[in-house]
C-alpha cells in the first residue's frame, strides 16, 4: 500500500496525546492483553459501561494526569503522501482521512466527522479509563477512536500477523465502522451482555469488518481535496496482510491461542477467523456498505 507522494496530509483527524507522559498506569478490564482487551472494552462500551447518548465532558476534563495535546507537532511531521509512506503515525493519519473522505460521501450530511486520538500507556476516555492493552476501540459517549499506535507491534510480535501499512489501515477502517454504526442507530441494536455465535455483538463486529472492507474496495479512488486519490496503491499482498489479521483476531483463534487450548462459542463476541475474513471479504468485493447487513444475515458464515 502506498500513498501518492505528493500529497497534502490533512492531520485535524487526529488529536494527539502520547506527549505529555500521563496516564501510564491506567488500566481497563484488568489490563487486557491486545485484542482480549478489546473484547473486554467492546463489552464494556457498548453492552451497558456507558451511555452513548450521554454528555461528555471537554477533552481536557479526558486527559490523564500531565497529558497534553499535541497537535501541532504531528501537522509539521506529516504533511505529505511522502510522509505516510516513511512512517506510521503519518500513514494512519492518511488513512483516517480517505476513509472519512469515503464515508461522507456515502452518506452526505448523514456523516459527521470524528477524531482518532493518539495515546501511549494510557488516557482517559468518554468511556472510562483504557490502556495500550486494551487495543484500538472506538467509544461511542465522545464518538472517538483510540488508539495506542504499539498495537500494531503487537498484532505481529503476540499474535504473529504478517503486519503491515494496510493492516493498520485495516484495524483504523474497522473503528470507523463502528462510529458510522453508532451515526445510523446499529449500535442499539445490540442488546446490553449479548454475547454468543449469532448475538448482536458479533453482528456489530462483523458489520465493523465489511465497512472497513467496503472502503477499501475505493480505497485507490477516493479523491482528497485536490480530487486526486490519496492512496495510489492497494496490492492483492496488501489484502492478503489484512486476511491474515483478521484471521488472527477471532474469537475462536484469541481463545484457543491465548486461553487454555479450548473454545467456548456462547462468549464469543467478535465472531471467528474464518467470519471476520468472510465479512472483510463481502465489502472488499462488492464495495458497497448495503451488503454488509450483518443483522439480516441468516448465515453469519
Not at 160 to 174: L, N, R
Request: aromatic residues 8%; charged residues 20%; proline residues 3%.
Amino acid at each position: 500500500m502506498r500513498y501518492r507522494d505528493d500529497a497534502s496530509l490533512d492531520a485535524s483527524g487526529v488529536e494527539d496525546r502520547r506527549r505529555g507522559g500521563g496516564g501510564r498506569t491506567v488500566a481497563i478490564g484488568g489490563g487486557g492483553l491486545g485484542i482480549v482487551g478489546i473484547l473486554v472494552l467492546v463489552l464494556f462500551q457498548v453492552l451497558g459501561g456507558s451511555d452513548p447518548t450521554q454528555q461528555v465532558g471537554s477533552t481536557l476534563d479526558q486527559l490523564g494526569s500531565g497529558q497534553t495535546v499535541d497537535d501541532g507537532q504531528l501537522a509539521q511531521e506529516c504533511r505529505t503522501g511522502a510522509d505516510a509512506n516513511a512512517r506510521r503515525e503519518c500513514a494512519v493519519v492518511a488513512d483516517i482521512e480517505s476513509i472519512q473522505d469515503y464515508w461522507g460521501g456515502v452518506l452526505g450530511d448523514g456523516y459527521v466527522p470524528t477524531r482518532t486520538v493518539y495515546f501511549a500507556g494510557g488516557t482517559q476516555t468518554g468511556c472510562g479509563a483504557a490502556s495500550s492493552g486494551t487495543g484500538p476501540f472506538y467509544c461511542p459517549a465522545d464518538q472517538r477512536v483510540y488508539l495506542d499506535l504499539s498495537f500494531f507491534d503487537e498484532l505481529q510480535q503476540r499474535f504473529g500477523a504478517e503486519g503491515g501499512t494496510f493492516v493498520d489501515a485495516y484495524v483504523v477502517a474497522h473503528e470507523y465502522g463502528h462510529h458510522v454504526q453508532h451515526l445510523l442507530g446499529t449500535t442499539e441494536r445490540v442488546q446490553p451482555g449479548e454475547t454468543g455465535p449469532t448475538s448482536g455483538s458479533v453482528r456489530l463486529e462483523l458489520q465493523a469488518d465489511c465497512y472497513a472492507g467496503a472502503w477499501a474496495n475505493h480505497a485507490t479512488t477516493v479523491p482528497d481535496d485536490s480530487g486526486a486519490p490519496l492512496i495510489s496503491e492497494l496490492t492483492q499482498d496488501d489484502v492478503d496482510r489484512a486476511l491474515d489479521a483478521a484471521a488472527r483476531i477471532g474469537d475462536d483463534f484469541i481463545q484457543t491461542n491465548l486461553g487454555d487450548g479450548t473454545t467456548d462459542p456462547d462468549s464469543y463476541s467478535h465472531g471467528t477467523s474464518e467470519q471476520r475474513q468472510r465479512w472483510f471479504t463481502q465489502g472488499l468485493r462488492t464495495g458497497d456498505p448495503r451488503q454488509c447487513d450483518t443483522f439480516a444475515a441468516t448465515d453469519l458464515g
